[in-house]
């Protein structure tokens, strides 16, 4: 019987960049993510497959998904060959944490009895390939969902969501590179450092009262919240036009804050909502203006990711 394994996607309520120089991040896992299914091969080499993306490697190509393949297999206990086929719902490059989300289910399925911390230390070996250096608040958050407050080298900490927080994403339209993004803002912080460190400490004290207001159920306030943060991000040079044109929308047809999540330059926005019918309202702003959307909510105390799993490969 062959194992199979889900991991979410996440959503950065506040504090995206800053986390990476050490400022802590609320985050937030949503139900879309990725999904893993293993089964052992009587001989190598192990292969991938990514059925909607047309992707089918082995750890010795050299394409980027090989690698992360690889550097994962290579991280693991595993030594069986095994096809791993992986399923995505989330867009890559839309700031929603879809390499994070596939390197974490793909590492559940390979070691199905691993704890978080294994299959998120797995995980990252997987994700450097891709982003660098990133901060680890992606893979943090696929393997664990619920909503916390990460930063780099602590322990996760959780956040007790006091009533629902009701969420829409939308997709910019533009794929975008989280280590270009990344990147870009290190070279940013060479030539204006004050400028950027300032930034970083504005978005330090946002993310505290916001992770406050979570706790109070105070909803308002994290959406004032979510608007000021927006507002540095777009000083940072991260937000686009039609990022800024969505936040617009989502804020006119009632959200209580609105700004990019993930790395920006594209990618996602999101938006808090009080109600279903202010969701159906940012959401139809959204479509007639050509952005596709999707409603989610953060239920309070969920803490674990749906782990499902047969019999280890
Ligand atoms: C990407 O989802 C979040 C960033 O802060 C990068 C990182 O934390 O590694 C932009």
Same mark, same amino acid.
């Given at each position: 019987?062959a194992a199979t394994a889900h991991a979410c996607g ?19 896992g949503i139900d879309r993510g990725a999904r893993a299914r293993a089964s ?8 991938l497959v990514i059925g909607g993306w047309?992707v ?6 050299? #394409? &980027? ?9 290579? =991280?693991?206990? *595993?030594?069986?060959?095994l096809t791993v086929d992986v399923e995505a719902d989330l867009?890559p490059?839309?700031?929603l944490g879809c390499s994070a989300a596939i390197g974490v289910a793909i590492a559940r399925v390979i070691?199905p #009895? ?5 299959v998120? =230390?797995?995980a990252?070996?997987w ?7 990133? +901060? @680890? ?5 696929a393997a664990?969902g ?25 997709? +910019? ?9 990344? &990147? ?8 204006? #450092? ?13 993310? +505290? ?10 909803? *308002? ?5 979510? &608007? ?5 991000? @777009? ?22 804050? =609105?700004?990019?999540? @993930? ?13 279903? +019918? ?6 139809? =702003? ?14 309070? &105390?969920?803490?674990?990711v749906p782990h499902e799993s047969g019999?280890?490969p």
């Open positions: 019987m996440k959503v950065i309520l506040l504090g995206e960049h800053a986390v990476v120089y050490g400022v802590p991040a609320l985050a937030v052992a091969l009587d001989e190598g080499p192990s292969r047309n089918s490697v082995r750890p010795d190509d050299s #394409h &980027d998904l090989a690698r992360a393949f690889r550097a994962l297999l290579d =991280a693991s206990s *595993s030594t069986r060959p867009p490059g839309g700031g070691e #009895h691993a704890s978080a911390e294994a998120q =230390a797995l990252m070996a994700e450097r390939v891709f982003h660098g250096n990133p +901060s @680890g608040v992606d893979a943090a958050v664990r619920g909503c916390v407050l990460y930063r780099k080298g602590e322990a996760l900490d959780t956040v007790r969501v006091r009533g629902p927080l009701q969420l829409c994403i939308g997709n +910019s339209g533009l794929a975008s590179s989280t280590k270009a993004m990344v &990147d870009g803002l290190a070279r940013l912080r060479e030539r204006k #450092h004050d400028l950027v460190e300032r930034s970083f400490e504005a978005i330090r004290t946002l993310v +505290s009262n916001a992770r406050l207001a979570v706790e109070a159920g105070d909803r *308002s306030t994290l959406g004032r919240l979510m &608007d000021l943060n927006q507002m540095l991000l @777009g000083g940072l040079f991260l937000s686009t036009p039609e990022i800024e044109h969505m936040c617009g929308l989502a804020r006119e047809a009632g959200a209580l804050g =609105a700004k990019l999540t @993930g790395a920006g330059g594209g990618g996602c926005t999101v938006a808090l909502v009080p109600s279903r +019918s202010t969701a159906d309202a940012v959401l139809s =702003a959204w479509r007639r203006e050509g952005f596709d959307g999707f409603a989610t909510n953060v239920a309070a &105390d969920v803490m674990a019999a280890a």
